[in-house]
């Protein structure tokens, strides 16, 4: 089974090398792995983030592995060449439409929650993201109003297919857990929330088993800081699930710790850590690397059926966790490498 390695930005290369140190490790068999540049890299390198090599790649791979990408030095591109565009052009390319991000609290990092250690400990949910639509790939633009004032715009939109197709996966997610299903809209002000809930609603009468709730995305936003071990599963949308999977990031302990899929409705996958390319300490030794790990158990559970992989590698961080190992957004001291060491030592 073949791995398109994409390391991108910043930290990306440092994360991605630690986590194919302790894929090998763990003694994973059966893959090959092949490297191309994304992103800022690849901008310089070839003139475009997503160049037609590396999306050839990732066509051809069983899985693509994904590190971060974004740098300074592109921000005042053209927007179609900024790094970020990558990660859009490989969601659509490949119909990369169902992001699971899950977020459960490790025991040992209570404390490093930004909630109280009572609150926190119960933090144990997926959030369902669609990745296919919305403002990210609305209409958009800048424009002159009537008066001459400058005007940007982004247009929302969903179809009812695409409601229904995400719909279905935050279902199965949740019949598969604890069977709850919180869909997450703003259908008091938006009508595209509006088509988001009926068509939710229509596609809840085929699984009965599961219990459907909704609610307005800005009291989700509040509740997942006040009492986030009411969730199982969040279904919602774009922009939506960008916001809440980042704050439950943090109410989990750190962004450091959050691994994510995007799977097509083959479950071929991009696999990535939610945080982004922290040019800040890029090249210092001092990113966490847990949440590319914990990606790369993903990937092996999802889409390249080794599910008892990903479980010693799961199993193996929460060990080194156990036994005290910390990075500094963890309160920490340990770096990158010593990060992986101790996953590797767990192993």
């Known amino acids: 089974?073949?791995?398109?390695?994409?390391?991108?930005?910043?930290?990306?290369?440092?994360?991605?090398?630690?986590?194919?140190?302790?894929?090998?490790?763990?003694?994973?068999?059966?893959?090959?792995?092949?490297?191309?540049?994304?992103?800022?890299?690849?901008?310089?390198?070839?003139?475009?983030?997503?160049?037609?090599?590396?999306?050839?790649?990732?066509?051809?791979?069983?899985?693509?592995?994904?590190?971060?990408?974004?740098?300074?030095?592109?921000?005042?591109?053209?927007?179609?060449?900024?790094?970020?565009?990558?990660?859009?052009?490989?969601?659509?390319?490949?119909?990369?439409?169902?992001?699971?991000?899950?977020?459960?609290?490790?025991?040992?990092?209570?404390?490093?929650?930004?909630?109280?250690?009572?609150?926190?400990?119960?933090?144990?949910?997926?959030?369902?993201?669609?990745?296919?639509?919305?403002?990210?790939?609305?209409?958009?633009?800048?424009?002159?109003?009537?008066?001459?004032?400058?005007?940007?715009?982004?247009?929302?939109?969903?179809n009812e297919a695409e409601v229904a197709r995400i719909a279905r996966v935050g279902f199965e997610t949740a019949r598969a857990r604890r069977g709850k299903l919180c869909s997450v809209d703003k259908a008091n002000v938006l009508e595209t929330s509006q088509l988001w809930r009926d068509v939710v609603i229509e596609v809840s009468a085929d699984y009965p088993d599961v219990e459907l709730s909704h609610m307005y995305v800005d009291n989700a936003a509040m509740q997942l800081v006040r009492n986030p071990g009411q969730f199982d599963v969040i279904v919602t949308g774009n922009l939506f699930g960008d916001i809440l999977s980042d704050q439950a990031s943090m109410c989990a302990g750190s962004i450091g710790m959050l691994p994510s899929a995007t799977l097509n409705s083959a479950n071929k996958g991009l696999f990535e850590p939610i945080h982004g390319s922290a040019p800040d300490i890029a090249g210092q030794d001092k990113a966490n690397p847990l949440a590319t790990v914990l990606s790369a158990a993903m990937m092996l559970r999802y889409s390249l059926g080794k599910p008892d992989d990903a479980d010693r590698i799961e199993a193996a961080v929460a060990r080194a966790l156990a036994s005290g190992a910390r990075s500094a957004d963890l309160g920490g001291t340990m770096g990158t490498v010593a990060m992986g060491d101790a996953v590797i030592a767990a192993l």
């Open 1 to 158: 089974m073949l791995v398109a390695l994409l390391p991108g930005d910043g930290i990306g290369p440092e994360i991605i090398a630690a986590t194919m140190r302790v894929l090998e490790a763990a003694g994973v068999s059966g893959l090959t792995f092949e490297e191309a540049p994304v992103g800022g890299a690849a901008y310089k390198a070839k003139g475009h983030p997503l160049p037609p090599e590396t999306l050839e790649l990732a066509r051809r791979a069983d899985a693509i592995l994904f590190g971060a990408v974004g740098d300074p030095a592109c921000d005042a591109l053209e927007r179609h060449l900024r790094p970020e565009q990558a990660i859009l052009g490989l969601r659509k390319e490949l119909e990369l439409f169902a992001n699971l991000r899950p977020a459960k609290l490790f025991p040992e990092l209570a404390d490093a929650s930004a909630l109280r250690p009572e609150v926190a400990t119960a933090i144990d949910l997926v959030i369902v993201r669609e990745t296919n639509g919305d403002v990210y790939f609305g209409e958009k633009g800048h424009r002159k109003t009537a008066d001459g004032l400058r005007e940007g715009y982004d247009v929302m939109s969903y």
